[in-house]
């Protein structure tokens, strides 16, 4: 089954960038999605097909990918951007695929 | 204004069978190009799917749990209902109902959430 990897965790001070990674065989050939869940809520998609931010997602909010590793960058870092952040992609052969999640904390 | 809600059960017991409904608005699942899916995220754990249904009544499932898992809909009362048999202590979780669209044969994100319903299995 297609396994996507993220770092446990990652902290960051406030109004700096963050770079969260999710790694893939052949992700560059998926579609990647990013969704940033707070504690207690239900998850909110932040980046679409690897680099479209919805209506309402800050600009702050940004996503590239490159060889096998798609990455979220989050700049200018704010004490309310602290969650959980997940990648996403679909696959021909497991369908909808999750990344194992990192934890964003503000120092 | 695309909403979603869960319903059902707090409370169940091992060995039971869970029923839970997705009652959403601002989208129907006779239009093309339209599904809706369960994912549940045990506490302090990821997020794992369930199961999707789309307006052309294709079903996915989880392999891990599609023996045990169905996805079904009713599109007059915009509901969708999972069913979970034979549950375990390791299935509590808050389970989320979730929309997502699909243009040509690309499956896109899953845009919208529902609040989710956390359920306990508990004897």
């Known amino acids: 089954s297609y396994v996507l990897t993220q770092p446990p965790s990652v902290s960051v001070a406030p109004g700096q960038t963050a770079k969260l990674t999710c790694g893939g065989n052949?992700?560059?050939?998926?579609?990647v999605h990013w969704y940033q869940q707070k504690p207690g809520q239900a998850p909110v998609l932040v980046v679409s097909?690897?680099?479209d931010r919805p209506s309402g997602i800050p600009e702050r909010f940004s996503g590239s990918k490159s060889g096998n590793t798609a990455t979220l960058t989050i700049s200018r870092v704010e004490a309310g951007d602290e969650a959980d952040y997940y990648c996403?992609?679909?696959?021909?052969?497991?369908?909808?695929?999750f990344g194992t999640g990192t934890k964003v904390t503000v120092l | 204004q695309i909403t979603l809600k869960e319903s059902g059960p707090t409370l169940v017991k091992p060995t039971q069978t869970l029923t839970l409904t997705c009652t959403f608005s601002?989208?129907?699942?006779?239009?093309?190009?339209?599904?809706v899916g369960w994912i549940r995220q045990p506490p302090g754990k990821a997020l794992e799917w369930l199961a999707f249904?789309?307006?052309?009544?294709?079903?996915r499932y989880n392999p891990s749990l599609k023996h045990r898992v169905t996805i079904t809909k009713d599109t007059s009362k915009n509901q969708v209902v999972l069913t979970m048999t034979n549950m375990d202590p390791v299935d509590t979780a808050t389970y989320y109902c979730?929309?997502?669209?699909?243009?040509?044969?690309?499956?896109?994100?899953?845009?919208?959430w529902g609040q989710g319903t956390l359920v306990t299995v508990s004897s």
């Open positions: 979730a929309h997502q669209t699909v243009v040509l044969i690309t499956f896109g994100p899953l845009e919208s």
């Open positions: 601002g989208f129907s699942l006779r239009n093309g190009g339209v599904g």
């Open positions: 249904i789309y307006w052309d009544d294709d079903e």
């Open positions: 052949n992700i560059g050939s998926k579609n």
């Open positions: 097909a690897d680099r």
């Open positions: 996403q992609v679909w696959d021909d052969i497991s369908d909808l695929v």
